[in-house]
């Protein structure tokens, strides 16, 4: 079968499965409504994901009524639902059952108290049951020279025989229990969270949890039911910024150290703490101890109970993107990846790299495609657009998915489709990717894109000849747990670095992990086998420390004349202590130079590209080039490449491939393959490749049988539909919105003040007693409108006021956008002038305060902070609609302009760069199809006729203008939108912040003929 034929059909199982928040009452018929949605858009499954505002309970009967309507529905359209396994996260307390077993299975640690003593005791030691250690020392507990351990049963006995100089410090450790809760965790996280370092506790997490999903869902476990999704687990939750030090600590992990090291951990908590002489090689041990038990006891068990089910293990782990945080938090993500079936990541906000945490995506991705590669696993899972704001789109999702698929990732996870907005919800890490979106229907050649595109790098194998020794043991022996945030974390800067420079060559990599070299690790000549992958050079990183397997293995392959090259500053230790066993190695090695040094970029190119042997390089210093990603996998006698770029540019790339056969375009959204214009010289390929903001390129090199040379167009037509001001025709999909999210609190009849709805209900919280209270908003309109209705949330919990007079509320109200908004029409509309809208209602917690909205066939204008409601425009000029009276609308508008065409064209194409958030064109009113990403064009040639023709543009926009932030003056800066930047009220300002939505400029009519 061609390849061709094999992007015909679409597959469910490389479409998109994204995160499915299962947050409200689970109703089993809403729930076939939305996969039905889902299945609409080319979505090939869902991930089942319990998430703040569920009220159905957990694992309930009602619960796994809704899982099974959920997998059966999935079945009927051949789709597939993921179990998650935890409600909400991290997960392993089983939704509250395992930590309820026990302090035995909880999670502990050892924390650290420092208590000055001025030659005494000092004050006198609170719970001294709970200290597991105890320290003397002087006054420098910081790299400290003289410490001494003492029995805490022994005080201030032995304390009285020590020297003077070692009375100055006590140090105690106290051993506490997880008791942590995070404002938008589900309410299990108040009993604590469990020890993922003890195999008792990932076995009574499966019997709670997995087993009891397999015992409801029969027989479709392991069919339509594929996999289970693990999320954040760590073995350290706490103390991330307050001033203390803590240690993760279990009975597990001393009995393990002891085990390896041969010594007690308690002898070396105070040099893992606080450092010392010893400290590297004691911090060495104490992580790779942890790494070791969290990968064993948790993953690989998890991971081995889902093998014999026939079922996927996937998910991802906390913080995995900086090695500096893994360390601290969950050790070595590589052997999580190792045990996993789908190794998962998770890439969070709007941009590809997130400021906030110093992090790298492009580490953080090649973590997990690296063990795919080596290990023959066939899915690299990414739980992706968490927090990208209400205003990412279509275009945005493509935009990152594309460069996470060039790096080796190809299942995605969209974070999220909300099953409800209702209150809060509409804040958690928004956007909902779903049915409440105004582009949604327009999404299936997203839906499309994804299924062919996961189908395109998933065959064959990904083509590299360059391992980079990843360095994480160094970060554990450098690891000072007190340190948080870490600043100037030199190696981690230098690591990124080394990933930017290879991947900006377009020299792919992957990392090779120690534990795993050393147990799958062989040299085939002058070839390192690692798993099933061979590399003919391997790169030394910038590091301190490596495993006496790693050197003894780079040495034999070195010897073998394998390509070996280090980066400055060299290591220094073997297993964390001191060495000169490096000078021989380093001498067989090429250095790459110092990591800082200016020309340590082009050392990479020059020295580390022609041992790679690359396929694929694209020339030019144009900067934007360093941008581009490059994926190469070889399928029998076929190359396929997939290249994207992190840019939102447009820029013209030369791009050389060193491949035989001829260059076919797969166009991943039709699955049409067609000629690539290109040249060749000394056997290479160039081909003129264009990219732009979400624009990629899937190119398969056919060999054998040669393709015609497509056919060079010429312009014959060109003509300017419409610019930027133009007034045009227009209609609205739907009703405008004009919102009501500031009023005045009463509260027992006393007014607390003007404030936003957000503030009202932290105002009435703070009141407490349940008091009778109303709010009071109003909108002044210039217009009388005839027909209006109120838009809220629970119109059951409140009485309305209009003007005065009661609102009745229908017994089943109409649902716009979601479910959860509610329509109320308004008896006689809305007059001219101020209208006064109340709701009472007697507080009580779980009673949540909304923004509201009017509705109707009118026009929302917002000057500063104040809003009014006016006539709609009678033409709509091209521009934002924000200033047009479509201030807060969430809909779709179609434009209707006229084209002109007196002669003949082989190809006729519609361009439209400038728009917000997509478009479905249609032609003398045939549907011809959508514009939704670069390059902003569509050929129309089957629709269009001689004379004139009228071109509709459908321009959907997205929600944010709708749900906001609209009074966020920070929003911009944030990389990743969650629930706790909304409640942050310095950045608050008093005028509305809305985002440009629409159609923003030029459509223009081309016509080519083909040069013959």
Known sequence: MSLADELRTLRPEYMAAPFWFWNDVM???????????????????????????RVTPYMSQEWMT??????DEARQRGMFAWIYDEDGWPSGF??????????????????????PCDGSLGPKLERPKHIIAAYATGKKVNGFDDCHRLDPNDLPGSWSRLPPTCRERLVVFRRELHNYRRHFSPEAWADGYVDVLNPKVTRAFIQSIYEAYRHEIGREFGKNVPGVFTDEPSYHELGWSEPVVRLPMSPVLER???????????????????????????RWCFYSCLAHLFSQNYTRILAEWCERHKMIFTGHYLLEEHPRCATHVIGDPMLHYYHQQYPGI????KDLDLKDFWSSARVLVKQASSIAHQFNKARVMCETFAGGGWHFGIREQKWMADWQYAMGLNLVCQHAFHYSLRGFRKRDYPPSLSFQQPWW?????????????????????????????????????????????????LMNEALKKLVEYLLAHQIDFDFGNEVLLKRHGQLRGASLKLGSAAYDAVIIPHSLTWRKSTVAMLRKFAASGGRLYFVEPAPTHIEGEPTEAYGSLLDEAMSLGHWQAPEFRQCIADLVGPA??????????????????????????????FLASAAKTAHTASVVFDVPGTPMLVDTVSGHISPAPHTRENGECRIELPFDFAKSHAICFRRGRRASVPATEVQVFQQTLCRKGDLLPYQMDRDNAFILDTGELFIDGRSAGIMSTLNAEQALARHGNAPQAFMRFTATSETKVASAELLLETPESFEIRMDGRNVPVPTQPAWFIDPCLRRIPIPGGLKAGVNTVEIHFRWQPGLEIEPMYLLGRFGAYVEHDKCRIAPLPKKLAVGSWHDQGLAFYAGITTYTLDA??????????????????????????????????????????????????????????????????????????????????????????????????????????????TDR
């Not at 809704?66 to 997998?71: E, H, I, P, Y």
């Not at 929003?971 to 939505?997: M, Q, S, W």
């Open 27 to 53: 109703d089993p018929k809403e729930v076939r409504r939305q996969i039905a949605e889902m299945a609409g858009q080319n979505i090939g499954g869902f991930f089942m994901h319990a998430r703040m505002g």
């Open 66 to 71: 809704a899982v099974k309507a959920a997998v």
């Open 94 to 115: 089983g939704g509250g059952a395992v930590n309820a077993l026990g302090e035995e299975y909880l999670q502990q640690y050892a924390t650290a108290e420092i208590i």
């Open 256 to 282: 393990e150290f002891e085990k390896r090291y041969g010594a007690p951990l308690l002898d070396n908590l105070m040099t893992i703490a606080f450092g010392g002489p010893d400290a590297i090689r004691a």
């Open 346 to 349: 998770d890439h969070l906000g």
């Open 441 to 489: 229907s327009f999404s299936r050649n997203l839906g499309a894109h994804f299924a062919r595109l996961g189908y395109l790098v998933t065959r064959g194998r990904r083509v590299v000849n360059v391992l980079v020794m990843h360095p994480i043991e160094s970060f554990f022996a450098t690891h000072e747990p007190g340190g948080y945030p870490w600043p100037n974390d």
């Open 612 to 641: 790679a042997r690359r396929a694929c390089r694209v020339l030019g210093n144009d900067p934007h080039n360093q941008d581009i990603m490059v994926m190469h996998r070889r399928a029998e006698e076929q190359d396929i490449f």
């Open 900 to 1009: 002109y065409v007196d002669l003949t064209a082989d190809r006729w194409e519609l361009r439209c760069p400038e728009f917000h958030s997509a478009i479905r064109v249609t032609v003398n009113g045939v549907d011809a199809g959508h514009i939704l990403w670069a390059p902003y064009t569509l050929d129309i040639t089957a629709h269009l006729r001689r004379g004139r023709n009228q071109i509709g543009l459908q321009v959907a926009n997205c929600l944010r203008n709708f749900l906001g932030p609209h009074h966020m003056g920070n929003e911009d800066e944030i990389d990743c939108l969650g629930p706790h930047n909304f409640f942050n009220t310095r950045h608050r300002v008093p005028e509305y912040r809305l985002k440009p939505a629409g159609l923003l400029g030029e459509v223009v009519l081309t016509g080519y003929r």
